[in-house]
């Protein structure tokens, strides 16, 4: 069981940055990988960055070159930098946790999501 709480979404300006963060109820250096997904109204969820437990990352196209996903295992949090927003962005955003549980694989958390709203 993971629980995830995201904080830093908000209203900001086109071209402005915001910062998201995730924290998690235990240590996250053990999770397989944790990602931030996206849903704007009308849309399906959109997967927009991973995180694995080595390091690696993936970005949807859209956000590359301005988004950044990383990790502070100490802390254990996850950020999302994001910078030269556009109003496209707009979406509530949701931190993923996907740990291995024994005799089920690996299972998706969820967190509550935060909304980040971009003005053109």
């Known amino acids: 069981q993971v629980q995830l709480v995201e904080s830093g979404g908000g209203l900001v300006q086109a071209g402005g940055s915001l910062r998201l963060s995730c924290a998690a109820s235990?240590?996250?250096?053990?999770?397989?990988?944790m990602a931030w997904y996206r849903q704007a109204p009308g849309k399906q969820r959109e997967l927009v960055a991973t995180?694995?437990?080595?390091?690696?990352?993936n970005y949807v196209d859209s956000v590359k070159g301005r988004f950044t996903i990383s990790r502070d295992n100490a802390k254990n949090t996850v950020y999302l930098q994001m910078n030269s927003l556009k109003p496209e962005d707009t979406a509530v955003y949701y931190c993923?946790?996907?740990?291995?549980?024994?005799?089920?694989?690996?299972?998706?958390?969820w967190g509550q999501g935060t909304q980040v709203t971009v003005s053109s």
């Open positions: 995180i694995t437990s080595g390091g690696s990352t």
């Open positions: 993923n946790a996907k740990p291995w549980v024994a005799s089920r694989g690996y299972v998706d958390y």
């Open positions: 235990r240590n996250i250096f053990s999770i397989n990988a």
